[in-house]
């Protein structure tokens, strides 16, 4: 892609109404562009990390035998009145009514939603366990949106709801979205520590939120260091392998402020592996038991003619909120780099060719290069402006390509001019150079 003919509307300097550092550079650089107060339009090169991001999420719930529905960003008000939670929900949830003056709602979550769905298709037990999720935009209305996507009243959501007949089998279930939790985290190269939170106003007793650490965090957090070193690699998708999965991160003090207890704190955590800090909620489980299928009458029948209501959990990411998450994590913004995780970045490589007006060899050179990637499929942007190196350089460490080529006078020959954003420059050939990018993707 040729950057003179691409959508990317970058900025001189960070908009002044944003005060963290995802804010600045999604505007800096053209990824989102606001359209009202907490919503915005996403722009190509915004679009294209939330989307690779999706790819992700999607891919890990299919491997813990989730299955993918679509659920309407409008629903009715009616079961949110069976729930209980129509009026409870208080002044985030958008009420408005059609043209036959039947009240409606832009949906904030769909517990009842897909609990109807369940209700009217599944009659048995063996039909269970179920597994389903959607990937939808979902609308809060924040009575003060802020920190651009972190905290904006429109954003893109994935939502997962687990049916089963006992709780030992819910938790089976809720222990599948642990460990798919955090290996969809450490697949965008983030550290997610799961810490026990309260449910809110999705209920229930158990629960889980993914932080990610970040000095713009809105979550307060209390820790034991340990736990970083915890790893899943050898967790099987079975029962006694989950639970011991669970049990191992749950041994070590992690809680977020609702839940910090200090006596208990003092107590489980020595002194040298205290971490008090502030975080990003990248993720969120719940297990609610019949809280809502009880209420909304959803019960299979069982051996022996009986009936009971189905156990239920809920978990949910922030696709679109991922995107602002991984920029605080990774975005140096004293030396104005961004360092895309390959798995997410909207373009593996950057071609940085020095133009001369009267001489076009590095731009044919370029194109060539990019050639040879393509058919490697490795996706390239081409810096094709006439400005002067430094320009250059600055705009595609905004951009934030894991990897550049600059293609000018010491790039004669086989060898070129091979860095990361930021990095050392290495001379090596383009046959290693692809070597080096495929080998880093196959690992994602």
Do not use: C
Not at 203 to 213: A, K, R, V
Not at 222 to 229: L, N, P, S, V
Not at 269 to 277: A, F, P
Not at 351 to 371: C, G
């Amino acid at each position: 892609m040729l950057l003179s003919k691409s959508f990317i509307p970058i900025l001189k300097n960070n908009p002044s109404e944003a005060k963290i550092k995802s804010h600045q550079l999604m505007l800096r650089v053209g990824m989102i562009k606001q359209a009202s107060a907490g919503i915005y339009s996403w722009l190509p090169l915004g679009f294209k990390v939330m989307k690779k991001i999706e790819k992700i999420v999607r891919e890990e719930q299919d491997k813990i035998g989730a299955q993918e529905i679509l659920m309407p960003t409008i629903q009715s008000s009616e079961i949110w009145k069976e729930s209980g939670r129509y009026d409870d929900y208080g002044e985030e949830m958008l009420r408005i009514k059609d043209r036959q003056n039947r009240e409606m709602l832009y949906g904030p979550t769909n517990e009842e939603q897909v609990t109807e769905i369940f209700r009217s298709s599944l009659k048995s037990y063996k039909s269970l366990p179920q597994l389903l999720y959607h990937i939808q935009w979902k609308f809060r209305d924040e009575i003060r949106p802020r920190f651009g996507i972190m905290r904006g009243r429109e954003f893109y959501m994935k939502d997962a709801y687990s049916f089963d007949i006992t709780d030992e089998d819910a938790f089976f279930s809720y222990n599948k979205f642990f460990l798919s939790y955090l290996r969809t985290f450490k697949r965008l190269s983030l550290t997610a520590i799961p810490m026990a939170a309260d449910t809110g106003p999705i209920g229930g007793n158990l629960s889980h939120e993914f932080i990610i650490l970040a000095d713009t965090g809105e979550s307060k957090i209390f820790t034991d260091k340990r736990i970083f070193d915890l790893t899943n690699d050898d967790t099987e998708l079975e029962k006694s392998s989950l639970e011991q999965m669970r049990k191992r991160y749950e041994k070590f003090y992690s809680v977020t402020d609702e839940k910090f207890n200090k006596v208990e704190f003092e107590k489980m955590v020595s002194e040298e592996n205290r971490l008090i800090t502030k975080g990003i909620e990248v993720g969120h489980i719940f297990y609610f038991g019949d809280k809502y299928s009880k209420a909304m009458d959803t019960a299979v029948d069982l051996p022996g003619g009986k009936k009971d209501f189905v156990k239920m959990g809920s978990y949910g990411i922030g696709v679109s909120r991922l995107v602002g998450a991984i920029i605080e994590a990774k975005y140096d913004d004293e030396n104005e780099i961004m360092k895309w995780p390959l798995s997410v970045a909207p373009y593996d490589i950057a071609l940085i060719p020095m133009i001369n007006k009267n001489d076009n060899s590095a731009l044919e050179k370029a194109n060539k290069i990019n050639s040879e990637l393509i058919r490697n499929n490795i996706e390239a942007i081409i810096d094709d402006t006439d400005e002067n190196y430094s320009s250059k350089i600055k705009k595609m460490n905004l951009i934030g390509a894991p990897y550049q080529i600059i293609i000018g006078k010491k790039s004669d020959g086989d060898l070129l001019e091979f860095k990361e954003p930021g990095g050392e420059t290495q001379n090596l050939s383009l046959e290693k150079i692809i070597e080096i990018i495929t080998k880093q993707k196959a690992s994602n």
